[in-house]
């Protein structure tokens, strides 16, 4: 293939298809692309190296085994991550569309794949900028005398509040009774519970608005609005500043951590490998979706991000690259967080493991009380959120911008007109902002829980992961996709992307997959208060809202089609060409072959196959038996 390729844009002999464009038909307008190649990688790395990188991967790697955790890690890295993540930024490319009509150029009977991303992205847009919420919440009341979590001197405390000072005081374990010892806290647990959340007894019991974090909630999603408001052109410059400066703060926190007391035995703490844990099904499964959160893939924005680069730029070299730059940053993460854990743990004169923390324990009760006992507690608290609301905002608007990207395309000639788009991404700011003002009530943690633990669950991501690859490796086929790949780039990529896109992922979606039901666990908050059944029943909806999409597109289809061989064969995979994609009007599955060539490759692979089928009509029972 080449430079030497040529794409012939021929009619389809469909009967009852019809090209969205043909040369006959005129050209559709030219797609808006990246100013440089700078603002797509800055994007993508915005994208995915997020919270998840800071508080999600550092605990995992302690809690399965230290360095063992690596293990497992790294053949989901190879194995799945990188491979569905360059698979969905070249599917974009070579479309020049976003997360929905990509499959239904590329693979008609799954464009459910697409429905189910946006699903997706649409459930985790609500409910991930809540954190940010918090954090800036957070970074507000920083900007006083003192931390307002460092002392047991406020409207909020309890009795049972104790301070860290005191607590080091060894007389007053010996002198207290057992019974008190189990009931006290801390000053920024209290902080937490009783002044941010001022969380109610359960999800039964929602509670009024905090007015507070309504405001904070409403400024994030302005800022996310002006963001990507223009499209890649605002996109493209604003990541420039939220994706490098993260960056920074974390070298600056990791150098200030590495200094402290008690770090050492932290980061020992942190990589010490305990190869016996590799025998429980948990920790891979901890690995196995900890890839396909920290790569957002099966979101469509990977998808929709490609969608704007040039048809001949190297996306392959650029997947690879941010790779490792993602998960380079949640390995030094682990360094960042866990000696300032160690630190703690020496300042309190307990275990490392009493003071590890995951999620939002991590971000807002063990790294702001850490900060407590540094010096210029104020500075590094500021630093921290500031770092955190960075990292949170870059990776929103990159998905909200996804899910825009995908539906503007689903109907461009009705969102593209004038500033249409602009309208319709402040009414989706709008309503994704009115549905998070649940989660922003006195029982909102509860229902947040709920929609992350369920709606963006990594069931969901390995469901969508496992059928982008059928759709792309086997009904396409892997061969005529590394033939586009080798179209745009110049060269074909290493063969083990496409023996993962046929054997490796599938394998490992489905065995994590299986071992992710099998080990399911309802979900619980703070270890004690169990979810209510209704509750329970309301997430599996959230989850299966998603995954339903894939099976009845791919009922839809084959009712649609009328019956005839040929039509429903078109529904496994066709092609429609934009003005801006030098892509054939009809590519052929590897195991389907038209009756006559639509493409010339320079070579005699596809014009020279035969044609296995007849193409007469068939009852659509038929039909169904026979594929």
């Known amino acids: ?54 508080w999600r991967f550092p605990y995992l790697c302690y809690k399965n085994g230290g360095g063992a955790f690596l293990i497992p890690y790294f053949i989901f890295l190879f194995g799945g991550g990188l491979p569905v993540f360059f698979l969905e930024v070249a599917l974009g490319q070579f479309t020049s569309e976003g997360g929905i009509t990509c ?60 301070e860290d000072t005191v607590r080091k005081n060894k007389s007053l374990w010996l002198s207290a009774n057992v019974t008190s010892l189990t009931n006290l806290t801390s000053p920024v647990t209290e902080f937490w519970e009783r002044n941010v959340l001022s969380i109610s007894s359960g999800i039964d019991e929602v509670g009024g608005l905090k007015w507070e974090l309504a405001l904070c909630l409403l400024a994030v999603w302005i800022i996310c609005f002006f963001c990507i408001w223009k499209g890649v052109k605002s996109t493209g410059k604003v990541v420039y500043f939220t994706a490098t400066f993260p960056f920074l703060m974390l ?87 866990f000696s300032v854990l160690g630190f703690m743990a020496q300042e309190q004169g307990v275990a490392i493991a009493d003071v590890a923390e995951s999620g939002p324990g991590l ?44 539906l503007v395309d689903l109907y461009p000639s009705l969102l593209r007109k004038g500033y249409r ?6 009414v989706i700011c709008v309503i994704s902002y009115l549905l998070g003002l649940t989660m922003v009530t006195k029982g909102g943690m509860y ?6 633990y369920y709606a963006a669950s990594g069931v969901c991501l390995l469901w969508v992961a496992f059928f982008e690859c059928v759709a792309v490796a086997w ?74 999409c894939i099976p009845m597109m791919v009922v839809i289809k084959i009712i649609q089609s009328d019956g005839s061989l040929i039509e429903v064969r078109n529904c496994f995979t066709h092609w429609t060409p934009t003005a801006s994609t030098p892509s054939p009007n009809t590519a052929t599955p590897s195991f389907l072959y038209s ?32 594929y």
């Open 475 to 548: 009904v396409y086929g892997a061969d005529n996709f590394y033939d586009a790949i080798e179209d745009m780039i110049g060269y074909r990529p290493n063969g083990w992307m496409k023996w993962s896109w046929m054997l490796i992922t599938p394998v490992l979606c489905v065995g994590c997959f299986v071992f992710s039901l099998v080990k399911y666990k309802p979900l619980t908050y703070n270890k004690f208060y169990e979810y209510p059944d209704w509750s329970i029943g309301l997430g599996w909806a959230l989850a299966l809202a998603s995954m339903i």
């Open 363 to 406: 971000a807002f009760i063990a790294y702001p009380k850490a900060v407590t006992m540094m010096p210029l507690p104020t500075v590094w608290a500021i630093l921290f959120f500031i770092m955190l609301l960075l990292l949170g905002l870059d990776s929103q608007f990159v998905e909200v911008e996804g899910q825009i990207t995908s």
């Open 103 to 162: 499959w239904g150029k590329l693979c008609p009977i799954f464009t459910g794949i697409g429905y189910a991303s946006i699903v997706i992205v649409s459930l985790l847009n609500i409910y991930y900028i809540v954190i940010l919420a918090w954090g800036l919440y957070y970074l507000l009341q920083c900007f006083q005398h003192e931390l307002p979590w460092a002392r047991c001197r406020h409207s909020w405390n309890t009795a049972n509040c104790v």
């Open 447 to 452: 229902v947040f829980q709920l929609f992350d």
């Open 595 to 626: 009756p006559a060539p639509v493409l010339s490759y320079g070579r005699s692979r596809f014009s020279s196959r035969p044609t296995p089928f007849p193409t007469i009509p068939l009852s659509r029972s038929a039909l169904v038996r026979f």
């Open 251 to 337: 070298i600056v926190l990791l150098v200030r951590g590495v200094t402290l007391p008690g770090a050492a035995e932290g980061i020992k703490f942190y990589l010490y490998p305990n190869l016996t844990r590799l025998k429980d099904p948990e920790v891979w499964i901890d690995a196995g979706t900890q890839i396909f959160f920290s790569y957002a893939i099966c979101l469509g924005a990977m998808t929709s991000l490609g969608s704007y680069n040039k048809y001949k730029y190297n996306c392959y070299r650029d997947c690879m690259l941010l790779g490792c730059l993602n998960s380079g940053t949640s390995f030094v993460s682990g360094f960042a967080i």
């Open 1 to 54: 293939m080449g430079k030497n390729v040529k794409w012939k844009h021929l009619r389809t002999y469909r009967s009852n298809t019809t090209c969205r464009i043909c040369p006959a038909e005129g050209k559709a307008p030219q797609r808006e692309k990246w100013a440089s190649k700078l603002d797509f990688v800055l994007s993508v790395a915005g994208g995915f190296v997020g919270l998840g990188n800071v």
């Open 421 to 426: 788009r602009e309208i319709f991404i402040a």
